[in-house]
């Protein structure tokens, strides 16, 4: 049983820092490509970023480019999202979600099997 759990969310002005992590239960954990979403009240689940199974490659959306960085322990089956320079367009509940997929580039939430219950972050202006 694959089950992701995000934590790490909270409450944060513009301009600060949050890191999110996301601990995948089950095996093989380095089998699955991980993505980060968000998805803000009112409004559809959106990419913020992926990692390939090993972490070596990443991409993210052109909005979170140079503030988020998503990375991967695979000793220890969890992936992170860095997130820095935070504005109050980032404020959404963020999850994580893993794939078993021969290509890593998952861009859409139905490419994903797996998902965690999500984190809220709240960025105030």
């Known amino acids: 049983q694959v089950q992701p759990v995000e934590s790490g969310g909270g409450l944060v002005q513009a301009g600060g820092s949050l890191r999110l992590s996301c601990v995948v239960s089950?095996?093989?954990?380095?089998?699955?490509?991980m993505g980060w979403f968000r998805q803000a009240p009112g409004k559809e689940r959106e990419f913020v970023a992926v990692?390939?199974?090993?972490?070596?490659?990443?991409r993210y959306v052109d909005s979170v480019k140079g503030r988020f960085a998503i990375s991967r322990d695979n000793a220890k089956n969890t992936v992170y999202l860095q997130m820095d320079s935070l504005k109050p367009e980032d404020t959404g509940v963020y999850y994580c979600?893993?794939?078993?997929?021969?290509?890593?580039?998952?861009?859409?939430?139905?490419?994903?099997?797996?998902w965690g219950q999500g984190t809220q972050v709240t960025v105030s202006s």
């Open positions: 089950g095996r093989a954990f380095s089998d699955y490509v």
């Open positions: 979600a893993a794939a078993r997929s021969i290509s890593w580039l998952l861009f859409i939430p139905s490419q994903y099997t797996y």
């Open positions: 990692a390939n199974w090993s972490g070596g490659d990443t």
